[in-house]
């Protein structure tokens, strides 16, 4: 076979032949089969791995991950035949067997196997031109991690394949394509870089964008009551946080890592923004207290993201990315998810007759929208067949002016269940269109912006997880470093869009795009695009807003509940990246959120000094920045260290991170990441349309080697 026409092809399959024939001679040491490679065959099954396997008792030590095995582990079986040999130990990168075919000879720290085949460190074939150049057949990094492929060393003669011929696919949940490219895994509809058509693009981009409408709308529905905003603010910031989401989904798409991510208002700064809503000055304001706070959100979220895009553009995150790994990544976003437990079924639990029935629902349909329209019309029947009528009160009385006792008792239940209380439809405009500095100039206190520079930093490494765990979810290579670094660059930039505009929030990588490609099978990145689009246009649509703000707060409380839960399981799904069975990760792991939920405790211990009463779920983040145990004598530096020490998801990643990186460990045993590396993208023409930039953007920007350019 020649191997400059076929290498290409078999850039991402391993193809193995095994015979063990009677009428074939046995090699010295009982070995009974030969083992070589073999171009895939059309009518190739790869699911044929598990027989091969259980026939010759091979046990895969191969994985995309350090430290982890294969998808599929298999017992050894002996063979029980007269003169039966020792089972075939075969390379799991190389596909040959180890040391018997392929031995070592003095070429510049190659190896050449038994046919004149040359392989380099690596493991991967160098092929040679007519002009003796030596070109490397396969890509991968130099540890065995990753993708890697072996072009065959010679061709197989017609007549020569016997019974026993079994091919072996290193990847058996995708499959090749002709060019040479790698398409996704069988389980999906929609590839990365498929188009399926303008009428299922419509389709599947309402479908990815209504499965994440939990983390896309709620955020609101919790913070605006307390920074004191009326219905009509709180359906403005809906529609601001729509249109944000849009613009920066497809800013992402385009000039951030191109993976099928969704960006908008994550659950990491929503802890950071009580904590600011809730101090000490702003308590007592009843005058403009929403946009003052609003505008003090902004400030903090301007100078949080400027540091984000230092730590982007600047290749910093390149060198941060060698600390951040799976045993680090796991406990901060669980952490995320974990915090908001004081929050969650307190409030739910206000009408368990609506919220139960809602956490069922969403469990079993898994699409948030669906589920909760049916509860919410069936909490409008109750509504009108007065189960929430309480006689002499009237919900729509504050419940600050109501005067008997009986109806401030029943105040909080009318106002959480009824679906009639929200006046936001009747007050929004049809058409709206969000813009920058509607809330008023931004204002910037140093104790503020210490804080958002810290949950920046945390929003950074949630975003890292998520970006090794998607782009294998799609079947591609990892990302590089500067892609990466990229990602996070335009993260920051797309955050201080968010602090123009007044979401209240920055602008992150949304975890639960794990969860949606999972239960949608579409990863595709126009039909991300698509759906973008749809979100902006709905955005100018005032009673779009209104109607989202218009949920009664105790559904979207259950919501909540299993965003919040979703979240906490996809921070430790990504444990299986490393070898989640040891003793070392387990203790850094149980350690780090065990601190992470009992120190910020301690902190937030201390009493508020405020004569107002606050609900339940606000008494930590109103105690711990204001009358926290650390004081040092400077007001500024005292609300930023208690504030960040009461939050779980800080106190998480600084344990972890400094256990992790101290604890003596392999590589294997961490999980560190393999990411790919610039050479390999730039060798493999199919995956550069995966991470590259546009021919046009790459061209402005072709100087900044440090973004994967």
Known sequence: METGSKSESLNRNVAMSVRGGTGKKKQQGGIAGKVDSFVPRSEHNPRELRSWAKRTGFVSDYSGEAGTSGSAKFEALERRREGSSPKIEIDPVVGRTRQNEIVPESHGGATRGENGAVFDGRGRKE?????????????????????????????????????????????????????????????????????????????????????????????????????????????????????????????????????????????????????????????????????????????????????????????????????????????????????????????????????????????????????????????????????????????????????????????????????????????????????????????????????????????????????????????????????????IALEGFCSILAGLWGSGTGATTLTENMHTIDVTKVASRKVVVVGAAFLIMFSFIGKVGALLASIPLALAASVLCFMWALTAALGLSNLQYSQSASFRNITIVGVSLFLGMSIPAYFQQYQAESSLVLPSYLVPYAAAASSGPFRSGIKQLDFAINALMSLNMVVTLLVAFLLDNTVPGSQEERGVYQWSRAEDIATDPSQQSEYSLPKKVARCCCRFKCLGV
């Open 127 to 487: 092929k040679e031109n007519e002009g003796g150049e030596r070109k490397v057949g396969f890509n991968g990094n130099g540890n065995g991690h990753g993708v890697s492929a072996v072009a065959p060393v010679n061709e197989e003669k017609e007549g020569e394949e016997g019974n026993g011929d079994v091919k072996v696919n290193v990847f058996p949940e995708g499959e090749e394509v002709g060019d040479g490219g790698w398409q996704g895994p069988l389980g999906l509809k929609c590839g990365l870089k498929e188009n399926p058509g303008i009428v299922s693009l419509i389709y599947y981009g309402l479908q990815h964008y209504l499965s994440l409408a939990g983390s896309l709308v709620l955020i609101p529905l919790v913070m605006i009551p307390v920074m004191g905003g009326t219905d009509k603010d709180t359906a403005t910031v809906i529609s601001t946080m729509l249109f944000l989401s849009g613009i920066t989904t497809i800013l992402h798409s385009y000039l951030g890592t191109r993976l099928p991510l969704v960006q908008g208002s994550s659950f990491v700064y929503l802890a950071p923004a009580l904590v600011i809503i809730n101090a000490q000055e702003y308590r007592n304001l009843t005058e403009h207290k929403f946009r003052h706070i609003m505008r003090e959100l902004q400030g903090a979220i301007i100078v949080g993201s400027v540091f984000q895009c230092i730590l982007g553009f600047s290749g910093l995150m390149s060198i941060l990315l060698r600390l951040i790994n799976p045993i680090v990544v796991a406990p901060t976003v669980a952490a995320v998810g974990l915090a908001f437990f004081s929050y969650g079924f307190p409030q739910a639990g206000t009408c368990p007759e609506i919220t139960i029935p809602q956490i069922a629902l969403v469990l079993i349909f898994t699409l948030v929208p669906l589920s909760l329209t049916i509860i919410w019309i069936y909490a409008s029947f109750l509504t009108a067949g007065g189960a929430y009528n309480y006689k002499g009160c009237n919900p729509d009385i504050p419940s600050s002016n109501i005067l008997l006792d009986a109806c401030r008792k029943h105040a909080y239940t009318m106002k959480h269940c009824r679906t009639d209380v929200s006046n936001a439809l009747s007050t929004a405009a049809w058409v709206r269109m969000p813009y920058p500095l509607q809330w008023g100039i931004p204002i910037f206190h140093f104790r503020t912006s210490i804080i958002m520079v810290i949950v920046s930093l945390v929003a950074s490494v949630d975003s890292v997880g998520t970006y090794r765990a998607t782009s294998l979810q799609v079947n591609s290579r990892p990302p590089t470093p500067g892609v990466v670094s990229r990602g």
